[in-house]
């Protein structure tokens, strides 16, 4: 079955490391996106790509960096700048943006980063 | 930038009763979806709107397409406790624009 997966489901982060939050799409979508949600909150966009070796910054992309080598990958690298990284991480993807492909978003089941 | 209003924030109802809710936006728009988010998961698409004054049913899920293009509303019919959840409305411009969420409206379930 094609879908997003994000890993790891949980993890644990003292201050002042860096960590990776790895995101993997099937679906060949050219397009592929970062939130993060906030308990009680919405989604707040970090980062997006719309195609391979190509990424823009979202409204909270500070303390965050992002690569896109490959169109199925998309991985999102929370540094020690990230002044509070604990939050619920979402990936999700869709097709290219001048498509109709666009309109939907597909989300991975998130990971949940704790800074200790 | 975009804003979205999404209502109720939070429900709290019994099981068994009918639930409102809409988004409405700063400006028009072509697109309109609604998700929901199970507690630990990742949103699912529940329905998709892409004309105005579309109506579409998800089984006891329906949702509507403002006329104005500038809102959307979700009806829950009859609801059962594996509602419970977070749903968000979504909605896009154009071709080329990205998606704004709404900030989401809590479902609570009494059984």
């Known amino acids: 079955d094609g879908g997003i997966t994000q890993s790891p489901k949980y993890l644990f982060r003292k201050e002042g490391q860096n960590v990776t939050l790895s995101c993997e799409q099937n679906?060949?979508?050219?397009?592929m996106y970062w939130y993060r949600q906030d308990p009680g909150q919405g989604l707040r966009l970090i980062y997006y790509?719309?195609?391979?070796?190509?990424?823009q910054k979202g409204d909270i992309a500070e303390g965050y960096s992002v690569s896109r080598e490959k169109k199925e990958s998309f991985p999102l690298t929370v540094t020690s700048a990230q002044k509070n990284p604990t939050a619920f991480y979402l990936c999700?993807?869709?097709?290219?943006?001048?498509?109709?492909?666009?309109?939907?978003?597909?989300f991975g089941a998130g990971s949940r980063l704790t800074v200790l | 930038g975009q804003q979205l209003n999404q209502s109720p924030q939070s429900m709290f109802i019994q099981e068994g009763e009918d639930v409102s809710m809409n988004c409405t936006s700063s400006?028009?728009?072509?697109?309109w979806l609604w998700y929901k988010q199970d507690p630990g998961e990742g949103p699912v698409l529940l329905i998709a709107?892409?004309?105005?004054?579309e109506l579409t049913s998800n089984g006891r899920l329906t949702a509507q397409f403002g006329i104005t293009r500038k809102d959307s509303f979700l009806n829950i019919s009859a609801s059962i406790p594996s509602d419970v959840g977070i749903y968000f409305c979504a909605g896009r411009e154009n071709a080329g624009n990205m998606l704004t969420f709404g900030g989401g409206t809590r479902l609570m379930v009494k059984p």
């Open positions: 679906l060949n979508h050219d397009a």
């Open positions: 709107l892409y004309k105005a004054g």
């Open positions: 790509s719309q195609i391979v070796n190509d990424f």
């Open positions: 400006s028009i728009f072509n697109t």
């Open positions: 999700a993807s869709s097709g290219h943006y001048l498509s109709s492909g666009a309109n939907v978003l597909t």
